[in-house]
Structure formats: C-alpha cells, structure tokens
C-alpha cells in the first residue's frame, strides 16, 4: 500500500504548534504504478512473477489483471497469476520486464489456459521464443514451456503472446504464473 497521508487537527485558542513546517516532505513523490513498488526484475531465485509483469499493450477486447490461483496440491504454482480473458484469435498482450545483468539466457515459463484449446506464439523483444499448444486444462500442471533461449538486454524486455487459432467465440483465458530465468 501507498500512503500520503495528510493530518488534521485542533488546538484551543492560545496554543503553540510545535510541529515545524515539512515543505520538503509534501513534495516528495508518491507511487503512481505497481511497478514503482514491486518491479519486474529477477528475485534471488532468478524468477518474475506474473503478477509483477507490467503490461505494455493488449490488442482486442481483452482485458487483464491480478487474479489468485488458490493450488495448494501444485507448490510449484505461486498465489497469484497475470490472467488475460476475452482473448481471441489474432489478439495479443505484451508484457515488460527488467534485466539487471544482460545476457544470454534460457528461460521456463509456467502459463495456463482456460476455455478452449488454442496456439500461442510467444516473442521476446520481437524474436519467436517458442509456439506452443495451449491446450485447455482441468487443472494447472507443472508443465513449465520452455522457450529458445535469447540474450536481453539491460533494462525494459519485452515478452509478446499472440492468440492462433481460438477455438472458443468468447475467447480464451491465459494466465502466467511466473517466468525463471537462467544465464547461459
């Protein structure tokens, strides 16, 4: 949580405000975005979580936000995921991300898909990483995908999901749980 707090308060006539004035404090900046607080860069075990991804571009109707993934027979699957619905054919969402230490680097991503059965072509800084099936699941496996590895670079990456093929007219649902990544 954010907080830029502001105090009121009484003083009967005839009191002395101790309190000196913080003009410096009032114009310190506040968080304006998530990843101001938690940003997408590699913790000590080399992972991004999903939730932690800041999405850059979604193109179709479809929307995305945090949703948790209550699985408590899978501690692979970490308590929450970035989850896209509504996604269509064609549609795609693009995430970014940090890298601190740029590099060669293989990386396993744990993704689901809801609704239907799908392809899904995943880009890393404009360069296909892998397609893959996304196949619908009754529950979410620890089957992570693993993408051809890539050099990123320092700074903003950015990873791209496109929709092929949807089978369903509402769209599919896609979530990303977490993206590990290991230097080459």
Known sequence: MNHAPITFW???????????????????SVVQSRDQLIPPVMNDQNIIEGEDLIISNITGDGSARIMPIPVPD?????????VWTHAMSGDSITFQFICEDPGRYGITGYYFVRNGNTRLNFLINGETVLTAPGKQKRSMEDDPAVFRA????????????IVM??????????????LKFKKL
């Open 10 to 28: 009484y003083i009967m006539p005839g009191g002395n405000c101790e309190i000196e004035h913080d003009v410096e404090g009032v114009r310190e």
């Open 74 to 82: 899978k501690p692979n699957w970490t308590r929450s995921a970035m």
């Open 150 to 161: 890539i050099e990123l670079s320092e700074g903003y990456n950015e990873m791209t999901v």
């Open 165 to 178: 093929g949807a089978t369903r007219q509402d769209g599919i649902i896609f979530g990303v749980d977490y």
